[in-house]
């Protein structure tokens, strides 16, 4: 998607028309909603899937020869880091629980200490355990010093996660609404398109 207007500037440096690599470049990092289409390369394995965003680094390659020992040192430190689950290094990544994928992923983009992270729907689907994996995660990487913008219909995930919040309807973005200020049913309401004045009273 092209930007139609406005700028988008990260720490300084401006953004709106970058590349995919140059956004990675620029500390942004994103977890998709679709993990299975978009978050990973089904066929490919593990340790490749881990280091799809970074196999140029020197640490990976040299010459354009693949590194395999060391990037099998590096994905066995990750899987063993965000417990991401598979029967071996050659597994493929489709044949990983979602729970798993979704650790993954989180691990091939939180261990390059992103600026910026963009969670869309980051648990959806997933059981209660990986739920709260992915929501410490998250928080983790707050705690670091990551801006962290999730995208997500879960209410109940987004208090407990969330600064502050937004909401969409039809293109339209709200003001930004502390979350020490924020109502679930308020919240609720806004999302079908009703409108909360001061007052506490929908339109």
């Not at 970074?54 to 693949?66: A, H, I, K, L, T």
């Not at 039809?170 to 909360?196: C, F, H, W, Y």
Request: aromatic letters at 4%; hydrophobic letters at 40%.
């Amino acid at each position: 998607m092209t930007a139609t207007s406005g700028e988008l500037v990260l720490e300084g440096r401006l953004i709106t028309k970058a590349s995919p690599r140059e956004f990675i470049e620029a500390g942004v990092a994103r977890i998709p909603e679709d993990r299975h289409e978009v978050g990973i390369v089904g066929e490919m394995s593990i340790p490749e899937n881990l280091i799809i965003e970074s196999y140029r680094d020197s640490e990976f390659q040299r010459g354009g020869w693949m590194r395999g020992r060391q990037i099998a040192q590096y994905a066995k430190s990750l899987c063993d880091t965000f417990d991401i689950r598979g029967s071996g290094e050659a597994q493929q990544a489709k044949e990983l629980s979602g729970g798993n994928i979704q650790k993954l992923i989180l691990a091939r983009v939180l261990n390059k200490r992103p600026r910026l992270i963009i969670a869309s729907q980051p648990t959806r689907g997933l059981d209660v355990g990986a739920q709260s994996q992915v929501h410490q995660r998250l928080l983790d990487a707050k705690q670091s010093g990551a801006a962290v913008f999730i995208v997500s219909e879960d209410l109940e995930e987004l208090f407990a996660l969330c600064d502050r919040l937004h909401v969409m309807f039809e293109g339209r973005l709200s003001e930004s609404i502390p979350i020490e200020q924020a109502n679930i049913d308020d919240i609720g309401l806004m999302m079908t398109g009703k409108v909360i004045r001061s007052s506490g009273r929908a339109a």
